[in-house]
């Protein structure tokens, strides 16, 4: 398997992994090129560049990733195929150490919203609150299945796994215990101008915290700030396999939580409300 289908097909998921992955395969691709010229070179790079960016287009962390290490490398004043390796294999590292760095901050950032004996609900798999509840270890997280594809389940082993008392709960039942929750912290995809994009589900949760004034935290690095972007529509066979063919299946796999609901976003640069990110 390819890591353009692991992408496709959510074997890899959750934006940082999904970039991460992306530039490390970058590399790996451009290692195996046999071109036998500069300009051949950067055009097969480019191709696999495009079918990555491809795997999950409306990913801006994906997408600022691999295009930054190709824009590097696209101006190059190398000429030979070697040196265009040794220069692709360091704008590759320097991408992958960006995302870490990132999630490593706001890993560390994201520690001080969760007060000492709180109550936690999220939503879907998202590796950078992932890290967050491992640290600040809450005493009790309820995690959502996140329908259609359960990365809530993910979430939910790796939370127990770290001896934090987990509740793994139907999406539909986040009404019923948000009265028992202190805070709502997910992860993003993207940063848009009109509110912050997470796997469809966060904009209801989000309300309910809303009227239950519980805050809410988006933990995301600014490498997924993008002025616009589409929601992905997956296959619908992802919701109903052998549906009758009469019923129409809309499987969106993104929602649009606005900045009126949420508290702070937690990024590598601090606590942010949205008017200090730079679009
Ligand atoms: C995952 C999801 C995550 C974000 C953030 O959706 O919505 O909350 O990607 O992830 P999917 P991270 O499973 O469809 O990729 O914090 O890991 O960057």
Redesign the pocket.
Known sequence: MSVVNDIKN?KI??????AKAAVIDLNACGNRLKSKTKDEFIEELEMHAMKLKGARPTEP?LLNCVNSAMSKIRKSKSSEIIKLKKELFMYCKEEVLRIKTNMRKIEEIGVSVIPENSIVLTH??????VNILKTADPVKVFATETRP?F?GRMTAKEISSAGIETELILDDAVADVMKQVDLVI????AITKDGVI??VGSKMIAEIAFDYKRPLYV??STLKVIDKIDIEVRDSSEIWKDAPKNIKIKNY??DVVPYKHITKIITEKGLKTPKQIKF
Do not use: T
């Open positions: 959510l998921q959750g934006a940082s992994e999904i962390a879907c798999h998202s590796h950078n609150v594809r990365q997910i992860g993003a995809d997470n796997k933990a995301a796999a993104f």
